[in-house]
């Protein structure tokens, strides 16, 4: 189906379509890589008589880093960040760029759209949820800094005010010693996951000193597993403290039944998920080369 008539208006600058949300009010839409915007305004599950493009303003792509931190432009396409030198440094950014749907998704699909639609499937919140991660949000009266936790409210619903965008995302490099995966498990390349994992965590030895655990597809916004990092924290990782946070991981999902399967089966994908990701997470902790990222049924 072909989407309903809007008008298009290009930005020249991430000022000037803030300026333009202000001026064209709650009809406007912004417009990034149109991987979720525009199938939605084919099916006219969304209808926005405007639509700010941001494709044509300068300097929105970029990836730096700059005093131990990663700064992604909000136009960052997910494949520049599968193919950033300086991602692979942070190896489970890696896995969630490269196993984004396809390789058409990932050429158009954006950071900074990914986290303003804030899809419950959608792979970033999940794994950003497990690093320090900061989005910047510019409005009429400047900009502000919300960690994630505060950027994601709920299902398709943020922080950011009608006339507001996200101008920058910031993630801080775990520190040497530390080591993350990203495990999803999907039926095909171009849907969704069935459920997801990200397990981020810092080894002092066969210690874990510290972990971060989320879960995606699995309830309405990623879920931090703290339980599941406590279950972690302070332990020697071994089968035992693993199927610990298998377990707590698996208590903290609230996954729904669907086309995907039942409760009970996304419950049991979670705790596999999550013991492969911890076995991963802590080879390359130790500075192994690991390949890992989404899984086909
Ligand atoms: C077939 C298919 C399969 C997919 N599979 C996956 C998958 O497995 N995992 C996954 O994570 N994603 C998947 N996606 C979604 C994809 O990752 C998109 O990139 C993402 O959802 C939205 O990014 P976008 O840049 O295309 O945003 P758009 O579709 O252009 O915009 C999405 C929303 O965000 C708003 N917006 C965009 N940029 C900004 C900004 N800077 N500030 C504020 N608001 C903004 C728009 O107004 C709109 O409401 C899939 C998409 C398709 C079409």
């Not at 900009?143 to 993630?171: C, G, M, P, Q, W």
């Not at 208590?251 to 009970?264: I, K, N």
Request: negative net charge; glycine residues 8%.
């Amino acid at each position: 189906m072909y989407p309903r008539a809007f008008h298009y208006h290009r930005a020249a600058s991430l000022k000037e379509a803030v300026a333009m949300l202000s001026e064209l009010g709650d009809d406007a839409k912004l417009l990034a890589g149109g991987q979720s915007l525009i199938p939605l305004m084919k099916l006219r599950f969304a209808n926005p008589a405007h639509l700010v493009d941001l494709n044509f303003i300068p300097d929105t792509s970029f990836i730096r880093e700059d005093a131990g931190t990663l700064r992604f432009g909000p136009m960052t396409r997910h494949a520049e960040i599968e193919n950033s030198a300086a991602v692979s440094r942070v190896p489970i950014l890696h896995d969630c760029a490269a196993g984004i749907a396809d390789v058409q998704v990932r050429n158009r699909g954006t950071i900074g759209g990914s986290l303003a639609e804030a899809d419950p499937s959608g792979d970033w919140a999940v794994v950003l949820a497990t690093l320090k991660t900061q989005v910047r949000c510019m409005g009429t009266d400047g900009e502000r800094t919300l960690s994630l936790e505060e950027f994601i409210k709920d299902a398709y619903t943020t922080a950011l005010d009608h006339n507001e965008l996200v101008s920058e995302v910031a993630v801080q490099i775990p520190a040497k010693g530390s080591g993350g995966a990203y495990l999803a498990f999907k039926r095909a390349a171009p849907v969704y996951p069935t459920a997801s994992v990200a397990v981020q965590l810092t080894l002092e030895g066969d210690v874990c000193k510290d972990a971060a655990i989320a879960l995606g597809c699995v309830g309405l916004t990623a879920i931090r597993a703290t339980d599941a990092d406590a279950a972690l924290r302070g332990q020697t990782l071994n089968e035992k403290s693993m199927a610990a946070a298998a377990d707590a991981a698996q208590a903290a999902a609230d996954p729904q039944p669907d086309m995907r399967g039942s409760v009970a089966y996304k419950r049991n994908l979670v705790a596999a998920l999550t013991k492969r990701a911890i076995a991963i997470a802590s080879r390359r902790a130790r500075g192994e080369q690991v390949e890992a990222g989404h899984m086909y049924a």
